[in-house]
Nanobody
């Protein structure tokens, strides 16, 4: 089992940048594919990006391509989401999620039901 804690969310102006972090407990972090989802008020939780167990493969939602970058540091049990050129429509609670996986074929895992473990979320607010 893995426990996830997100941090780094805050209020930022449009065009700004933020880096979110998700710290995982346990010694098997490298056994998990990690993803970021987001949920705006009144909307369903939506996929943002996913990274394979060793960082060898990533996949992004269209809304994140070219602006967001997912990365991980297995030595620190942490996954990151670097967000640049932020827009007001990026405002949401951002969640990290994990599923046990040893494959690089992570692009198929874009539904929230594909993941077994979730953090509590961190609020990102982008002002116009």
């Amino acid at each position: 089992q893995v426990q996830l804690v997100e941090s780094g969310g805050e209020l930022v102006q449009a065009g700004g940048s933020l880096r979110l972090s998700c710290a995982a407990s346990g010694r098997t972090f490298s056994s998990y594919a990690m993803a970021w989802f987001r949920q705006a008020p009144g909307e369903e939780r939506k996929f943002v990006t996913v990274i394979s167990w060793n960082g060898g493969s990533t996949y992004y939602a269209d809304s994140a391509k070219g602006r967001f970058t997912i990365s991980r540091d297995n030595a620190k049990n942490t996954v990151y989401l670097q967000m640049n050129s932020l827009k007001p429509e990026d405002t949401a609670v951002y969640f990290c999620a994990a599923r046990r996986s040893s494959t690089q074929l992570v692009a198929r895992w874009r539904a929230s039901t594909d993941y077994d473990y979730w953090g509590q979320g961190t609020q990102v607010t982008v002002s116009s």
